[in-house]
């Protein structure tokens, strides 16, 4: 079981011990509805009947993303946006054994239905909602019967396709619970906690909480609010006045609490408080509670200096990321995103932008867990289409309900420092239009949030003349994607200017006027991570955009390699091989030696403009002579390379961020790059020449796994030689199994034109690596097996938990 889900468990065993509930009905009953779904792809008639009869449909579990299942096809209609995968119309059912009483109420919460969903309760229909991403409730009570089984039936349809530039999956593809209150509750994202006056010693904790009464009559009430920290110890309490709330009506019921030498929220020091929340009648009985986590800290963008977090200037060094997990599609368990954000953070990423759609919920939940900055981002669109089929058809309609629900579900989150409005959207062209929509949007976040900025990321505004039309200075951040010297040009023209770059590109040239100029807050990378769909560019065979610093399997990329030299703050080394002979000034020939004294410093060349083929070996198609370039990625003020051991001197950094390189003659064997400051040691990289490949290693990324949806484990192949070096060109056909309780779930290679489905146990190398994701079904051992023809098998154990 993963660290936050252990946490949560444990804050609500701690809210019940500090804060034990009258003797009587829980007031807040929180069942999750995983498991005990009936399935079919298809849309007859009649399906949200009670009596509808679907015993022969398939049964599954939710989170559930039918379509990854595939088949990739040409032909599929949501063409190479989404990655030619399936889309279409699926149902749902599921009984749900409640009974229900007077005075209570019942509540379906669905984290994400995609898309164009509908959601009927024993026949009646309940809810509609068009966007895919955002997070649904429904009022069931009045529905519910007493005489069996209540049945919820939903219909999710893709088929208008494609409605988004990506990938975006079909079915129930997040979690999905009900939830039984008292008639006077806490709606949805109804309690919202902020802190203010934040000093060392000192900070104001405010939490408004809105208390809704759906009963036939005023009833009485009030709210106990008391904080407690890290540890579970209450450090506050309060309550409100009584107050009569209307039949029909909410109120919101304010408290104040005075916080002593708070614990901030940082990005290295992550501390999470929490907010148990209980509404009392007059008599102090409980009606309703709810645990909400929360962080203490200062977050603020200044015009002239760029960002702030908690009286410390730093750059956001930021990624974008699309919500599909790789070979689990849009249905992601917790512990895929886990591995890559470690793996994010590892290499310097300090940010993310949810590009570009309401995350799922505890997505967020991580990046409290982990220390992520987040740029919480609403729409692709608004009134103007991006493909014929999307959002722009419903915004009208429904972007004020989406933005709010957004905002009040994550407004408790202290990763988010700031709000998105939207992502290059084409409305700009239209400047009156644009600043109706900006303006409405923009009015909804603060009624919801009050404490935060909001931005959109402008599309080529100089075009569109945002700059000079007003509509960029309705922002109190300034995002643009790309062009980084037009936003510093901006920020120039008009002094009291915020800005950040929303989204940017990979080369130096695109980090350096980032890093240089004060007022720059930071960029976000498109994108952090490779991802399915918006192959329509390079079409098919191509099923995804490797685009990111990691690729699909959370595995990292050269170029994830170069930034992390760039944004580690600590000393790293990377060495790869640089085939464009020309990228690298003459060669250094016997320079130096490992017992010889230093060598005089060199000035690296300039990246060369032509195509640089790199790779992440010392193992070249001919294993001949030639000429060859050592690449080094390092942050350190000076690095040696060496070929087999011989030196080939050392190089000081250099300013432009540009790599290190030295020509040399291939031969085989290794080559090595080494940090040599003062006070680092054993900071180095490595590459060796690999021989014929003669067996398969696995690598799990952790060696116990859960039992549950979100538990997961990464376990990778490599395709070695007798020295267990990785054979690059080895492209064998792998075949994966899992004995003992446990399950696999997928296997993946990283590639952009392989069409095997995800669930296939055999799996091609790429590269010489392939991986099988491997979920706990019980306790006890589990053992992964690789194996391909002429080849020894790899074979590993690890523990699964319930």
Known sequence: MSSIRSWL??????????????????????????DGWRFFQGDPEATERRDFDDSGWAVVSVPHDWAIAGPFDQQAKGAGENGFLPTGVAWYRRDLDIR???????????????????????GHHVGFRPMGYVSLRYDVTQHLRTDGPNVLAVRADTSAAPSSRWYNGSGIYRHVRLIETDDVHIPQGGAFVSARDLTADHATVTVSVEVQNAATRSRPAMVETTILDPTGREIASTRSPVTTIGDGRTEVLTTEMDVANPARWDIDSPTLYRAAVRVLDEDGDVLDDQVVPFGIREARFDPATGFWLNGRNLKMKGVALHHDGGAVGAAV???????????????????IRTAHNVPAPEFLDLTDELGLLVMNELFDQWNVAKTPNDYHLFFSDWHKRDAADMVRRDRNHPSIVIWSAGNEIHDTAYPVQAKAALRSIMDVIRANDPTRPRTLALFRPNVTGDYENGLADMLDVVGQNYRENELIAANRQNPARSIVGTENGHNRSNWVPVRDYPAFSGMFLWTGIDYLGEANRSGWPNIQSPSGLLDRTGAQRIRGMERESWWSEKPVVHVVRNANTNAAGPAIDGAGGPNQPAVPTMIAVATPPAPVALFDDWTPEALTPGPQTIEVYSNCENVEAFLNERSLGRMPINADASPRRWSVEFVPGS??????????????????????????????????????????????????????????RADHRLRFSVSGPGVLVATDNASSTDHTPFGSPDRDALGGVAVALVRGAGRGAVTVEARADDLEAGRVTISAVE
Not at 101 to 118: I, Q
């Open 9 to 34: 468990m444990g804050l609500s065993a701690v809210s019940v011990l500090v804060l034990p509930a009258a003797a009587t009905a829980e007031p807040r009953i929180t069942t999750p509805l995983a």
């Open 671 to 728: 080559v090595r790059a080494i940090c040599v400051d003062t006070g680092v040691q054993g900071v180095e990289d490595r590459l060796d020449t690999a021989g014929p490949p003669v067996a398969i290693a696995l690598v799990p990324d952790q060696n116990e796994v859960g039992s549950s949806f979100d538990d997961l484990v990464y376990v990778r192949a490599r395709v070695v030689d007798a020295a267990g070096v990785t054979v690059p």
């Open 333 to 351: 368990p917790l512990d895929v995103w886990r591995q890559r954000l470690t793996a994010l953070k590892a290499q310097g990423v300090n940010a």
């Open 100 to 122: 229900p009483e007077p005075g209570r109420r019942y509540f379906v919460e669905l984290d994400g239905v995609m898309e164009r969903s509908g959601v009927w309760i024993n």
